[in-house]
């Protein structure tokens, strides 16, 4: 099992910044993909940043790429996000997600967090 706990999400403005970030508690973390998804309401959940278990790989889909960073440290279990540039339409619920896949469907992670909520003001 891994424990997965969110934090840092709030308010901001557009065109602003927030740092996210998910401590890990639980199995060895540094074995693990580590993935970030968001939620917004009467949306299915979406895959916003992928980081491999050394962190030397990443990936973002277009609608985030350039804006958003990924970033581990295993030494301290835990996973950011930093945001950028941010818009409205980032406004959802953040979740961090734990898994052995690479691939980018909510169901193929095993371990979730309760999730934090940003919410962009234009």
């Known amino acids: 099992q891994v424990q997965l706990a969110e934090s840092g999400g709030g308010l901001a403005q557009a065109g602003g910044s927030l740092r996210l970030s998910c401590a890990a508690s639980?199995?060895?973390?540094?074995?693990?993909?580590m993935a970030w998804f968001r939620q917004a309401p009467g949306k299915e959940r979406e895959v916003v940043a992928r980081?491999?278990?050394?962190?030397?790989?990443?990936s973002y889909p277009d609608s985030v790429k350039g804006r958003f960073t990924i970033s581990r440290d295993n030494a301290k279990n835990t996973v950011y996000l930093q945001m950028n540039s941010l818009k409205a339409e980032d406004t959802a619920v953040y979740h961090c997600a734990a898994g052995s896949t690479w691939l980018t469907g909510p169901t193929d992670y095993a371990y979730w967090g309760q999730g934090t909520q940003v919410t962009v003001s234009s």
């Open positions: 639980g199995r060895t973390f540094s074995n693990y993909n």
């Open positions: 980081i491999s278990r050394n962190g030397g790989v990443t």
